[in-house]
């Protein structure tokens, strides 16, 4: 599964999305970074990172990151800090800090479900469509929820 695809539709990315990570990268570059920089940033390495792509051009973002890592890979984590902020920033600032601490309280998992229904997607849908505009995504994610029938 490509982090770029099923983790929030990064090569096409909502207006939003993209201003919160510019000037210092692209949503596409970000999310790799962010993904290579996993253990440094939440203390856990990834093992795998698939980039999936529909066309040649798909790779460009992809690989100007692993060039960056390779050769910047300081300043490559401070730049993906400094974007990780002003997400959290943004979607505190919308949906506010209780909320975030909260929201997934309650909510059963698919498998504590009647119908194997995945709850706890459908409140990250809401926060993401309201923190940073990615209703796209968000329908697209719902979309295999409401085709998740047994």
Same mark, same amino acid.
């Given at each position: 599964?490509?982090?770029?695809?099923?983790? %929030?539709?990064?090569?096409?990315?909502?207006?939003?999305?993209r201003?919160?990570?510019? #000037?210092?990268?692209? #949503?596409?570059?970000? %999310?790799v970074?962010?993904?290579?920089?996993?253990?440094?940033?939440?203390g856990? #390495? *990834?093992?795998?990172c698939?980039?999936?792509a529909? $066309?040649?051009?798909?790779?460009?973002? #992809? @690989?100007?990151?692993a060039?960056?890592? %390779?050769?910047?890979?300081?300043?490559v984590?401070?730049?993906?800090?400094? *974007?990780?902020? $002003?997400?959290?920033?943004?979607? !505190? !600032?919308?949906? %506010?800090?209780?909320?975030?601490?909260?929201?997934?309280?309650?909510?059963?998992? @698919?498998?504590?479900?009647?119908?194997?229904?995945?709850?706890?997607? *459908?409140?990250?849908?809401?926060?993401? *469509?309201?923190?940073?505009?990615?209703?796209?995504?968000?329908?697209? $994610?719902?979309?295999s929820?409401?085709?998740?029938?047994?």
């Amino acid at each position: 599964i490509s982090a770029m695809d099923k983790g %929030g539709k990064l090569y096409a990315p909502s207006n939003k999305l993209r201003s919160l990570c510019l #000037p210092e990268m692209e #949503p596409m570059t970000y %999310g790799v970074s962010w993904l290579w920089n996993h253990e440094a940033l939440l203390g856990s #390495p *990834i093992h795998t990172c698939v980039v999936g792509a529909a $066309r040649a051009a798909d790779l460009d973002q #992809p @690989s100007v990151a692993a060039h960056l890592q %390779g050769k910047q890979p300081d300043d490559v984590l401070a730049k993906v800090k400094i *974007i990780q902020g $002003r997400l959290d920033k943004s979607a !505190e !600032e919308v949906l %506010g800090k209780e909320w975030l601490e909260s929201c997934y309280e309650g909510v059963p998992k @698919s498998n504590k479900s009647k119908y194997a229904v995945e709850h706890n997607q *459908i409140v990250w849908a809401h926060n993401l *469509i309201k923190a940073w505009g990615m209703h796209g995504f968000a329908k697209d $994610r719902y979309t295999s929820l409401e085709n998740n029938r047994k």
